[in-house]
């Protein structure tokens, strides 16, 4: 079979991948706290051609390309104002513990409501872990003090979905958790509509290549045989 099916098909596959990591990014462009993601592509080992008759070395093949891997950008965003009492943003690294049924997730997004109960809750209704891993309770006047929110520093963080992470706590944070403010999304709307243009371009050079090759063989098997 052409080689160069595999590796056209091998680039096509990749885009793909980074494709929908972009539109996620898109997607997320205004969630508070959202952390963006990065791809890294590498290359197959390459083939080392050589003349079969005379020996000599033509020069090397590469065989495709694959997604290396995935990296989440973590750093801190700037923080805006909203005036709502129970929107909270982390002035620096760390995280807020979030209590679900699946254990202890961690979140950027300060975005929290309060329960019939009274507690202190993410969107998802799942309760915001104080510090010492208090329950955080929120005043008859509607208020939380920023002060009783846990802030953790988390080691090895890696998305769960729905803006939670998984990771390993290591203490407290040394960071400050400020009321009334929201940090802004790690995305860069500019920048990856323009990555999402760039990863289409070459999603299309893939497809034009295989059907570059696809009409050649053809070509050839249905000409050549005739001479």
Do not use: C, W
């Not at 590796?7 to 997320?28: F, P, V, W």
């Not at 050589?50 to 750093?75: F, H, P, Y």
Request: glycine residues 14%.
């Amino acid at each position: 079979m052409e080689r160069g099916l595999y590796i056209a098909a091998s680039g096509m596959l990749s885009e793909m991948q980074r494709q929908d990591l972009i539109a996620n990014d898109l997607a997320n462009a205004s969630t508070p706290g959202y952390k963006a993601d990065r791809t890294a592509q590498h290359s197959f080992s390459e083939l080392l051609l050589a003349n079969r008759q005379t020996g000599a070395s033509i020069g090397s093949l590469g065989t495709g390309v694959s997604i290396a891997r995935q990296v989440t950008d973590l750093a801190p965003q700037p923080v805006r104002e909203t005036g709502e009492p129970l929107d909270f943003a982390i002035m620096g690294e760390g995280f807020f513990g979030v209590q679900t049924q699946e254990g202890l997730r961690y979140t950027r997004n300060g975005r929290f409501m309060a329960d019939g109960a009274g507690r202190l809750t993410d969107q998802l209704g799942n309760p915001i872990v104080g510090r010492g891993g208090a329950q955080v309770t929120v005043g008859a006047d509607g208020t939380v003090d920023p002060g009783q929110l846990g802030v953790f520093a988390v080691q090895n963080a890696r998305k769960v979905g729905e803006g939670l992470f998984s990771g390993n706590a290591a203490g407290q944070a040394e960071a400050s958790v400020r009321s009334g403010a929201l940090e802004s999304s790690g995305v860069d709307a500019a920048r990856t509509m323009v990555d999402m243009i760039a990863s289409l371009r070459a999603f299309e050079a893939g497809q034009r290549v295989i059907t570059t090759i696809d009409s050649t063989l053809q070509k050839a098997a249905n000409d050549v045989g005739r001479v």
